[in-house]
T-cell receptor
Framework: GENVEQHPSTLSVQEGDSAVIKCTYS??????FPWYKQELGKRPQLIID?????GEKKDQRIAVTLNKTAKHFSLHITETQPEDSAVYFC????????????????FGQGTILTVHP | DSGVTQTPKHLITATGQRVTLRCSPR?????VYWYQQSLDQGLQFLIQ???????AKGNILERFSAQQFPDLHSELNLSSLELGDSALYFC?????????????FGPGTRLTVL
């Protein structure tokens, strides 16, 4: 089955700096890669996602890049703010209407991001 | 608010007992997924239902079972509970299998087994 590795496990930055979290996946059939932000005791919230037919996607201060050949995708947060502090999870999924897998997410281990004021 | 609801928020019970967790998907979503989040195992997929039918199974123990009802709400049943079952249990819903399948998570049920 799919295996997703996420690094680093903890990341500490100063407010205004950039933060980068990296993930690798094992199943070349995976074609959907969401990122979730989870605050302590709360639900995971989808912040951005990318599909395998796209190499990069941006949404304000957040961007995600995908390298299908290397089976690698990354989350980039620019101009970090204290409210960005949370646990971030990457995930991989196979989205196929006619296939045998129906969108279950395989998550990375999570990255604890701390943004210091 | 994701539109996905889960009850109860917290559940404290003893080993050997049985509990039922409930999830109502976002209006119009046909698919429900259950995930378990524990400190040592992270977020793990348990099981998925689509329009009342089981569609995918992950690392779900035989002591656990689930179903999705005609009104599309889902229940996760955990029996013969062990200390190691203590975790946050999330359900997520999405619009349809395949295609644009963003999953939106409910607030979770925190299960504590004493």
């Amino acid at each position: 089955g799919e295996n997703v590795e996420q690094h680093p496990s903890t990341l500490s930055v100063q407010e205004g700096d950039s933060a980068v979290i990296k993930c690798t996946y094992s199943d070349s059939a995976s074609n959907y890669f969401p990122w979730y932000k989870q605050e302590l005791g709360k639900r995971p919230q989808l912040i951005i996602d990318i599909r395998s037919n796209v190499g990069e996607k941006k949404d304000q201060r957040i961007a995600v890049t995908l390298n299908k050949t290397a089976k690698h995708f990354s989350l980039h947060i620019t101009e970090t703010q204290p409210e960005d502090s949370a646990v971030y999870f990457c995930a991989a999924s196979i989205q196929s209407a006619g296939g045998t897998s129906y969108g279950k997410l395989t998550f990375g281990q999570g990255t604890i991001l701390t943004v210091h004021p | 608010d994701s539109g996905v609801t889960q009850t109860p928020k917290h559940l404290i019970t003893a080993t050997g007992q049985r509990v039922t967790l409930r999830c109502s998907p976002r209006s119009g979503d046909l698919s429900v997924y259950w995930y378990q989040q524990s400190l040592d195992q992270g977020l793990q997929f348990l099981i998925q239902y689509y329009n009342g039918e089981e569609r995918a199974k992950g690392n779900i123990l035989e002591r656990f079972s689930a179903q999705q009802f005609p009104d599309l709400h889902s229940e996760l049943n955990l029996s013969s509970l062990e200390l190691g079952d203590s975790a946050l249990y999330f359900c997520a819903s999405s619009v349809r299998q395949g295609g644009n399948n963003e999953q939106f998570f409910g607030p979770g049920t925190r299960l504590t087994v004493l």
